[in-house]
């Protein structure tokens, strides 16, 4: 049984930074890809990051050049580093993995006030 836990939300003014951590437990090193979707509300879930298991990153137009998406494979983990931040990034970030099917976590919260 695959889980996802992600960790690091919180509430942040604009222009700060959060890191977000997902690890993986039950496999974890055979995933395809990991990588971070958002959804605020109101709103449709919206991919953020990606990375596949060759090390290629994928980034939303709206985040390239502020966040940074990285992956240890050996720890099964995935990380979000978020500069720059702004309150146009508030939303519920979900920590998604792909190996033959999708995996989900639980999603953690940021909140950028302005």
């Known amino acids: 049984q695959v889980q996802l836990v992600e960790s690091g939300g919180g509430l942040v003014q604009a222009g700060g930074s959060l890191r977000l951590s997902c690890a993986a437990s039950?496999?974890?090193?055979?995933?395809?890809?990991m990588g971070w979707f958002r959804q605020a509300p109101g709103k449709q879930r919206e991919l953020v990051a990606n990375t596949n298991s060759g090390g290629s990153t994928n980034y939303a137009d709206s985040v390239k050049g502020r966040f940074t998406i990285s992956r240890d494979n050996a720890k099964s983990t995935v990380y979000l580093q978020m500069n720059s931040l702004k309150p146009e990034d508030t939303a519920v970030y979900y920590c998604h993995a792909y190996a033959f099917r999708n995996y989900w976590g639980q999603g953690t919260q940021v909140t950028v006030s302005s």
């Open positions: 039950g496999s974890g090193s055979g995933f395809n890809t």
